[in-house]
């Protein structure tokens, strides 16, 4: 018999990460009462590591097969290690599946207050009409029930409070933003940056990064340690848990419920309408029930897509708020295995095993398939490259005694820039229930299919080979260049299983992420994109969540929900 909550809240917001941070804090603050559901424990900064050396761990980050035993998936991305591992979800634990030919690394799901935002690289850009009137200009797939201008003022909103680093570059694809000052260039970054724009017309720029060069809201500016993905004492990266998350707490109208599993959204089948949400408590394993007038998922894609598919009724027999048939189909997660890196002149930099570290590299900006320029022939749409420069001791220096010490100290200049390209949405690319297993906590898990087509894997090859072009039009030697098929699949910038659209038969959600079926039911993470552009999401993310948080206040107001 599941345990009732007896208080009513106005909202329940599912998920503490970007976009559930944002819901609580815009919802709290106008007042209404939000009772925040997490899976994960809560984040404190006692659990921030990022000053503490290696040596200082009992295996010196030295053993990942330590981590490997419990996350055997999430270990396979660098930022799940010793310091963090236990901020992880344990695979054995709540595991998924995958067709055999269709392997998928369902990494960074993360099980604390702040989600993925605790340990995300924190590049934040904005998506422009190239991307939401995508489909108009190639005739692949929907155009977004949305445009720049609908976004616009929350994106604004958005940066001042989050706080990006990043230059303006007048870019109609790539719009700027309320931006910080950037952090300055290396020597090796402003030749590069100003040989590909000579040569090739390109444009490299800081990465416009979350991360703070002036202090705001008691936050201050980053001191170049390094490691943001272990936390950060003086907040100064995005971190939903000390910032949203933080000022929702603060107004009293939210309550935050820890080890909080949400199973599935509980209905009233007469009215139509979500009443409220049971989940089970990770610690006592019990299952609770817990009421409100509207519910807000926030849980992550695939998360908040396996609550609706298990939240089927007999009216919502193929999941909930799914009468479209499409809720978890169109999945779509950026492809990034083609780049390159080349050596590039010191300018006298020294190498030092203590330097202050820039925590955010370059970014180079979409050039295929946008204006002035005939459509690429090879693939539709496009991809950006993130990138970074490092100066090193020359390890490999050869000889011995003084010889060797003299080149050692050589230092050894590098950039290297890896694709992150944009993934068509497809419908055989989906995410289903598999009843045949089951969580430990007794929920059935998800089963993935994945894999690239031919736009993608055409564009891999164009990441490298255009990686070589640049690097040597920037004045790099000894040029590498990769591209490899992205299988088996793996992603941390998931989107589109419970798409937005204007036309209730072939999408899950409209322009305000509301489910087209049931009123007082939204979803307001990256779920509901319509495509998923090279850029990376959070920021778009945070920014529809708050448009939608303010059309369902509305909407409350006028008793429409
Ligand atoms: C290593 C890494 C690097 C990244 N770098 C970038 C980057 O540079 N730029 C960028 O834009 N994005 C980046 N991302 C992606 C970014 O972190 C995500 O887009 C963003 O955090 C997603 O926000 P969200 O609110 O949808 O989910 P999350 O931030 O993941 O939060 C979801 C929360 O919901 C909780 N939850 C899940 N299921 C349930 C359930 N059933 N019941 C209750 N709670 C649940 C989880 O515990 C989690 O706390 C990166 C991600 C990772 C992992
Ligand atoms: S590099 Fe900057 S943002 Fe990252 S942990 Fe250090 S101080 Fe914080």
């Known amino acids: 018999m599941p345990q009732q909550k007896n208080r009513s809240y106005d909202v329940i917001v599912v998920g503490s990460g970007a976009s559930g941070g944002w819901a609580c804090k815009r919802l709290a603050e106008?007042?209404?009462?939000?009772?925040?559901?997490?899976?994960?424990?809560?984040?404190?900064?006692?659990?921030?590591?990022?000053?503490?050396?290696?040596?200082?761990?009992?295996?010196?980050?030295?053993?990942?097969?330590?981590?490997?035993?419990?996350?055997?998936?999430?270990?396979?991305?660098?930022?799940?290690?010793?310091?963090?591992?236990?901020?992880?979800?344990n695979d054995l634990e709540e595991p998924y599946t995958t067709p055999a030919d269709k392997?998928?690394?369902?990494?960074?799901?993360?099980?604390?207050?702040?989600?993925?935002?605790?340990?995300?690289?924190?590049?934040?850009?904005?998506?422009?009409?190239?991307?939401?009137?995508?489909?108009?200009?190639?005739?692949?797939?929907?155009?977004?029930?949305?445009?720049?201008?609908?976004?616009?003022?929350y994106y604004d909103l958005v940066e001042k409070y989050v706080g990006i680093t990043g230059s303006a570059e007048g870019l109609e694809h790539l719009p700027d933003g309320q931006f910080q000052p950037p952090v300055p260039f290396t020597c090796q970054e402003t030749l590069f940056r100003n040989r590909v724009k000579e040569r090739l017309g390109r444009t490299v720029m800081p990465a416009r990064s979350a991360n703070l060069t002036k202090p705001i809201n008691g936050r201050g500016p980053c001191h170049f340690c390094g490691p943001c993905e272990r936390g950060c004492m003086t907040h100064s990266y995005f971190n939903s848990a000390f910032t949203t998350v933080a000022d929702a707490l603060n107004t009293g109208n939210c309550t935050l419920i820890s080890?909080?599993?949400?199973?599935?959204?509980?209905?009233?089948?007469?009215?139509?309408?979500?009443?409220?949400?049971?989940?089970?408590?990770?610690?006592?394993?019990?299952?609770?029930?817990?009421?409100a007038r509207t519910v807000v998922l926030c849980a992550q894609s695939q998360e908040s897509v396996r609550i609706l598919l298990n939240s089927a009724t007999p009216q919502y027999s193929n999941g909930l708020a799914n009468s479209s048939g499409v809720l978890g189909h169109y999945l779509t997660a950026h492809v990034r295995s083609g780049g390159g890196s080349g050596e590039f002149p010191a300018f006298g930099a020294k190498p030092s095993l203590g330097a202050p570290v820039k925590p955010l590299g370059i970014y180079i900006a979409r050039f295929r398939n946008l204006q002035n320029a005939p459509p690429y022939k090879k693939f539709l749409r496009g991809f950006g490259y993130e990138g970074e420069s490092s100066t090193e001791f020359n390890w490999k220096a050869?000889?011995?005694?003084?010889?060797?010490?003299?080149?050692?100290?050589?230092?050894?200049?590098?950039?290297?820039?890896?694709?992150?390209?944009?993934?068509?949405?497809?419908?055989?690319?989906?995410?289903?229930?598999?009843?045949?297993?089951?969580?430990?906590?007794?929920?059935?898990?998800?089963k993935i299919h994945m894999s690239d087509g031919e736009n993608e894997r055409a564009m891999i090859q164009d990441m490298g080979d255009s990686a070589g072009e640049m690097l040597e039009a920037g004045g790099a030697k000894n040029i590498r260049t990769y591209a490899h098929p992205s299988a088996p699949r793996w992603a941390l910038h998931e989107a589109?299983?419970?798409?937005?659209g204007a036309d209730p038969k072939k999408s899950v959600l409209n322009q305000f992420q509301q489910t087209h079926d049931i009123k007082n039911l939204f979803v307001m993470d990256a779920s509901g994109f319509t495509s998923n552009p090279c850029q990376n999401p959070t920021l778009t993310i945070m920014a529809l969540c708050v448009r939608s948080c303010d059309y369902l206040m509305s909407e409350l107001k006028r008793n429409a929900i």
């Open 496 to 500: 589109g299983i419970a798409r937005m």
């Open 103 to 153: 392997p998928f690394d369902w990494m960074g799901r993360l099980r604390m207050t702040g989600g993925r935002t605790n340990v995300w690289g924190r590049v934040s850009l904005r998506f422009s009409d190239w991307d939401f009137k995508a489909a108009s200009f190639d005739g692949h797939g929907e155009n977004w029930p949305l445009g720049y201008k609908d976004v616009e003022p």
């Open 259 to 291: 080890n909080a599993m949400v199973y599935k959204v509980l209905m009233d089948p007469d009215r139509n309408r979500a009443r409220g949400i049971l989940y089970i408590d990770r610690n006592t394993r019990q299952a609770c029930e817990i009421y």
């Open 398 to 446: 050869p000889g011995f005694g003084e010889a060797y010490k003299k080149a050692f100290l050589e230092a050894r200049t590098s950039i290297g820039i890896t694709g992150f390209g944009e993934v068509l949405p497809r419908w055989d690319n989906f995410v289903e229930l598999d009843h045949s297993v089951k969580d430990i906590y007794g929920i059935p898990v998800l």
């Open 30 to 89: 106008a007042g209404l009462k939000v009772a925040l559901l997490e899976a994960g424990r809560p984040q404190s900064d006692k659990n921030f590591t990022e000053h503490k050396p290696e040596f200082e761990l009992k295996y010196r980050n030295l053993a990942p097969e330590i981590v490997r035993k419990t996350r055997p998936i999430q270990v396979k991305f660098g930022v799940c290690n010793e310091y963090t591992f236990n901020w992880f979800v």
